[in-house]
């Protein structure tokens, strides 16, 4: 599994460092800075040794550590993310372990393409799968700290109760994969896996996409210079 390790410190939640991980904001004066951390992240995700798929415990155990979910507890988490984070960023005066998993869940659902990538959370052996786990993981971790630590945690139990009624309806459990078994650590960051999935179609469209906006970078700052040298 291809990561990266990061200093899992406590950041605000409304810092700059974190708003490229909560979404794309593209104000016209910022596209070209975008563009280039979006390019940054296609750049990580072929960078690394091949060990695609297999279970390892995190290299880099700084941070909190997070339980993994099954392969079929994804897609329950997956209705709910929204709700967690939107539900953590309006608490007052968060702990630090709820500001570090905050964090850990924007950045890694950055580094996953914001669960746009098709195939994601149905195929294990997606190169998606991986940071896929994480995030949602990642949700389900920073929940259970609200409950915790919540000044007014009756939302975040409501959050709770629908979920474990839909896995225990849906009796999602049971169903694992390769990437459900290894834990994961807040101190590190997974990356999308390339190297076990050879022809993929998709990296050959993102290596493609890359490319272009590489071409376009480069265009309009040739033609900015052009400008202030006339």
């Known amino acids: 599994m291809f990561s990266t390790a990061w200093e899992a410190q406590p950041i605000l939640m409304g810092s700059r460092r974190f708003s490229f991980a909560r979404g794309i904001n593209l104000r016209l004066r910022d596209v070209p800075r975008n563009l280039a951390l979006l390019l940054c992240v296609f ?16 290299l880099n155990t700084s941070g909190l550590p997070i339980a993994n979910l099954t392969h079929g507890q994804l897609h329950v988490m997956d209705r709910y993310r929204n709700a967690i984070v939107d539900l953590a960023a309006r608490q007052v005066s968060p702990d630090v372990e709820t500001r570090t998993l905050y964090n850990f869940v924007n950045l890694q659902f950055a580094y996953c393409l914001w669960g746009l990538v098709p195939g994601a959370l149905t195929n294990e052996d997606n190169p998606f799968n991986g940071c896929s786990h994480a995030y949602l993981a990642g949700s389900k971790a920073l929940l259970d700290q609200l409950q915790r630590s919540s000044g007014d945690p009756a939302k975040a139990n409501e959050l709770a109760s629908r979920i474990q009624s839909d ?43 890359g490319i272009c906006i590489l071409t376009g970078l480069l265009l309009a700052g040739f033609r900015k210079s052009n400008k202030e040298a006339a």
Request: glycine share 6%; aromatic share 6%; charged share 10%.
């Open 43 to 58: 750049t990580a995700s072929f960078a690394g040794p091949a060990d695609a798929h297999n279970s390892r415990a995190p």
């Open 167 to 209: 896995m225990l309806r849906e009796n999602t459990a049971l169903q694992i994969c390769s990437n459900g078994a290894a834990p994961l650590n807040t101190g590190e960051i997974i990356l999308p896996e390339w190297a076990g999935v050879p022809f993929n179609p998709l990296k050959t469209l993102l290596i493609f996409i």
